[in-house]
């Protein structure tokens, strides 16, 4: 015979999304479960499954008269020995100016005046001093009254929106809270969020509730110490829940894609298991993360490939991107600088979006980078947004580190890295881009290819980590950047060097002694006046440090041949500043390595797609003198 309702263990569970999966977890273990939601399906199906252990209720958990309906429904409220809130509302994807006001109390409503109460009636936010009187009104300790209006004005964004709070309510924590005490045992489990320990865009009201649901939490346990009952707050990071399928520009495809976040039942098992513990210990707050995500809001990490591939990209040109600010851009923009703002386009690279902010504090730097190149003449891209900003912010720091051991190249400072949306945010780099000369009148270059050839003496001595997931991430962009710049040059020259430089090729795609910068032309190199400026980091790789000395002095090649001067001074001269920045002797193996890739870099300035932008200023004659140089460089140095 199946245990009569009355036998029973009784747990009280709201919402149906999360909620669910404990209910079902707890109906297994063999409690009683009374679910408490808005609607109706997921009730009545626990309700077919396990029709003499589930209790279904239909209610608004921000409205009065749960415990009478339980009661209506024959559930003995002193059986109850375990309350699991869940049940949440969100409202993401929009700014807080674009929220409408429903929106707002629907969020501040479930979340917040579901778990506890705030006096109701028509007025702006202005948060007064509890008093006895309200207290004793309310039913609940001063502390949780003053918690819950300090939590409040601690989210000024979403306090400063909501017009209306609900009052004269009772509520899950209140009311619950009093059953179990006057049982004298039992355990409150509220489910908050790790929105409520950060900042971030399209998020202010849920983030605001939540960070007041978790000072909720914490006072109500203060309040009730020494009546035996136990108060946890489990607060999930990203989590599979049908919470945000309506929302603007939140698809569950796009939210986790290559990404693997936690589900309900981890949460269900962790409840269940907070609750089983002996009845001394309180698990006062639980943190939970899927292993892909390393921080809180701001810090997502896309799961990265495991190797990186090897083989060729097809070559099919991809749609290229629209150029445009887009308004988590602006809502990042205002969160991080003072108004008024001007934001405008700005030259950026291939993959990847710039906005100028120029604001009270100056003239700032928003970076988003994208899954398609700005050119169609690229294919599509072997690597997620995501995971270049990832490469971008590391590289970034360690190109940072590099500037204090050789300061007189200069790295513009990141504000802030907001990984959710693919975004980096930085001061101003100073001065006009080295290209500028390079392709102008060439004078008074040589200085500046000196300090970047001690600062990358510098960048390449470091260490970088963690190793395996930087290299997972930066592994395909640097197989796909190596097949575009080598492997699709092979045809340009002598069919007697193909297999030398295939094996080339895939020597250096195993290499990863070091970390190199991986796109230092003469546009993310700026200078004035002596000093020397290095940015963009999102095409960083593991590979060896000549790459990137190849990849500068390719442009010098270029420049030296356009006036008739051969460029072997300038090749040997960067050479042995090199070494001496590094500390080592002149290698001839790394020469060597050094002037394979010169070749190959400076043939693909001449016939790569972006050949227009490298060799487009140079005539027929002097294009057929950077070929005739290219390939004698490769004859002479592939063995």
């Not at 981890?266 to 892909?292: G, R």
């Amino acid at each position: 015979m199946p245990t009569q309702r009355n036998e029973r263990r009784w747990c009280l569970v709201t919402g149906a999304g999360i909620g669910r999966a404990v209910a079902e977890e707890l109906l297994a273990e063999g409690f009683g479960v009374a679910g408490v939601a808005r609607g109706t399906q997921a009730l009545a199906e626990l309700a077919a499954r396990w029709p003499h252990a589930f209790v279904s209720v239909v209610h608004d958990v921000g409205r009065a008269g749960l415990p009478t309906r339980l009661t209506d429904l024959g559930v003995s409220l002193d059986k109850i020995e375990l309350v699991v809130h869940s049940a949440g509302c969100a409202r993401q994807g929009l700014p807080l100016t674009h929220m409408r006001d429903r929106d707002i109390e629907e969020v501040i409503s479930t979340n917040v005046l579901g778990t506890t109460l705030v006096s109701r009636h028509r007025s702006s936010v202005g948060l007064r001093w509890p008093s006895k009187r309200i207290a004793a009104l309310h039913r609940l300790p001063i502390r949780s009254v003053w918690a819950a209006r300090c939590a409040l004005r601690c989210a000024p964004m979403a306090a400063r929106s909501l017009r209306h709070l609900t009052g004269d309510e009772t509520l899950v924590v209140r009311d619950f809270a009093g059953v179990l005490v006057r049982r004298g045992a039992g355990t409150i489990v509220v489910l908050g969020s790790v929105a409520a320990q950060d900042a971030a865009p399209l998020m202010a009201a849920y983030a605001a509730s939540r960070a007041c649901v978790q000072q909720l939490v914490h006072c109500v346990r203060s309040d009730l110490h020494g009546s035996g009952v136990r108060v946890t707050c489990v607060q999930p990071g990203t989590t599979r829940t049908g919470l945000l399928d309506d929302q603007p520009g939140l698809s569950a495809d796009g939210r986790f894609a290559g990404f693997t976040p936690l589900e309900a039942a981890d949460l269900a098992k962790t409840i269940c298991w907070i609750h089983q513990q002996p009845a001394h210990v309180n698990v006062q707050e639980m943190t939970l993360f899927p292993v892909a995500q390393s921080l809180y809001v701001r810090g997502v990490h896309r799961r990265a490939p495991e190797t990186c591939a090897l083989t060729a990209v097809p070559w099919k040109k991809a749609k290229p991107m629209t150029l445009m600010i887009d308004h988590e851009m602006e809502a990042v923009a205002r969160q991080l600088w003072p108004s008024p703002q001007r934001l405008q386009l700005a030259t950026g690279g291939l993959f990847n979006r710039v906005v100028q902010v120029q604001s009270p504090v100056g003239t700032t730097y928003l970076k988003r980078f994208t899954d398609a190149a700005s050119s169609g003449d690229f294919p599509p891209l072997p690597t997620s947004a995501s995971q270049r900003c990832l490469v971008a912010s590391n590289w970034h720091e360690l190109a940072l580190r590099a500037s204090a051991r050789e300061p007189r190249a200069a790295v513009p400072s990141l504000v802030a890295v907001q990984t959710a949306l693919d975004l980096v945010a930085m001061e101003e780099a100073q001065g006009e881009p080295l290209y500028d000369a390079l392709v102008g009148d060439g004078l008074g270059v040589g200085a500046t290819l000196q300090t970047v050839t001690a600062w990358l003496g510098a960048l390449h001595s470091l260490p970088l980590e963690p190793r395996p997931l930087l290299w997972a991430a930066s592994g395909p962009f640097k197989a796909f950047k190596i097949d575009l710049q080598y492997t699709r040059m092979l045809p340009e020259i002598p069919q007697a060097l193909h297999a030398a430089g295939e094996r080339f090729v895939a020597d250096y795609l195993q290499r990863s002694e070091e970390p190199v910068h991986g796109d230092l032309n003469s546009r993310n190199i700026l200078s004035a006046e002596g000093a020397v400026s290095v940015i963009d980091f999102e095409q960083g790789h593991f590979g060896e440090g000549v790459y990137d000395l190849a990849y500068l002095l390719s442009e010098y090649v270029i420049r030296d041949l356009r006036f008739g001067v051969g460029p072997e001074a300038t090749i040997t001269a960067a050479w042995e500043g090199y070494c001496q920045a590094r500390d080592r002797d002149a290698n001839a193996e790394t020469w060597r390595r050094l002037r394979l890739h010169l070749g190959f870099q400076t043939l693909y300035r001449l016939v790569g797609p972006s050949r227009k932008v490298w060799t487009g200023h140079l005539d027929d004659v002097m294009k057929d003198a950077v070929r005739r140089w290219s390939t004698a460089e490769l004859s002479a140095w592939l063995q």
